[in-house]
């Protein structure tokens, strides 16, 4: 407006001439003010999206393991971990903000699936007497996924100007390690006898899980994934 334009200028005109850029006019320094108004709203959506991503989600978790199997659910909800990640590790090459946003609210999506398909899992394949001590255990590799993003995120690591998008792109990491995992674990058998009716099927599986529980355990820790 033209007061706040006034104002800029009066401020110039008082301003000592060592303090002076000759080349800089009232109207352009207010530039800077705008271009960071302008950064603080690009992070404050890449913030934003991930937990608006995994809301949204989370609400279909169950839903998705009911339709496809747990095991097949997962895979699923990988694939949109592998994305989002992709998309931050390669946003270096592109527009910064548009890929980091997009691919945060993939990986929020991803999240708010898995969140609510682990627990499941793990509960059915769990022996009944581990079954509680069990549960808790996945928000512990919750917590320490965090915690490991928040070690590899610092300065003379991975978050610097050089490689803060090798750290986005970490993600992806965990989410293959599971996928190549979850081809050795069986599907759930209360999946198998409720919602399929395959009581042969649901018997076998009850018998592997014995076998493969500490196997499936490895890969219940979701990326490590809001640094």
């Known amino acids: 407006t ?10 110039y005109k008082r301003q000592p001439p060592y303090l002076r850029n000759p080349t800089l006019t009232p109207e352009a ?10 950064v603080t ?43 989002g990640a992709l998309l931050m ?17 993939i990986s929020g999506l991803y999240c708010g699936i898995i969140s609510g398909l682990i627990p499941i899992y793990i509960g059915e394949i769990a022996p009944t007497t ?8 996945h928000q512990l590799a919750i917590v320490t996924g965090i915690l ?10 991975l978050g610097n100007h050089e490689l803060w998008h090798i750290l986005l792109g970490l ?4 989410s293959v390690l599971q996928s190549l995992m979850l081809f050795f674990c069986p599907e759930s058998p209360r999946y198998l006898y409720i919602k399929l009716d395959e009581e042969e099927k649901a018997k076998q ?23």
């Open 41 to 83: 709203m690009f992070w404050s959506l890449s913030v934003s999206s991930f937990a608006i991503g995994g809301m949204i989600a989370s609400f279909f978790g169950g839903w998705l393991g009911d339709q496809l199997g747990r095991i097949k659910a997962m895979l699923v909800a990988n694939i949109l971990s592998i994305t």
């Open 130 to 137: 581990l079954r509680g001590a069990i549960g808790t255990l």
């Open 205 to 227: 599986s009850k018998s592997m899980c014995g076998c493969t529980f500490c196997l499936c355990l490895l890969y219940t820790s979701p990326s490590p994934r809001d640094s």
């Open 2 to 11: 033209r007061k706040e334009s006034s104002a800029a200028s009066d401020v």
């Open 148 to 157: 490991v993003s928040q070690i590899i995120g610092l300065d003379f690591i």
């Open 29 to 38: 320094e207010e530039e800077p003010t705008a271009s960071a108004g302008l």
């Open 171 to 174: 993600t992806a990491v965990p």
């Open 89 to 105: 590790g390669f946003s270096k090459m592109g527009p910064s903000h548009i890929l980091i946003i997009a691919g945060r609210s």
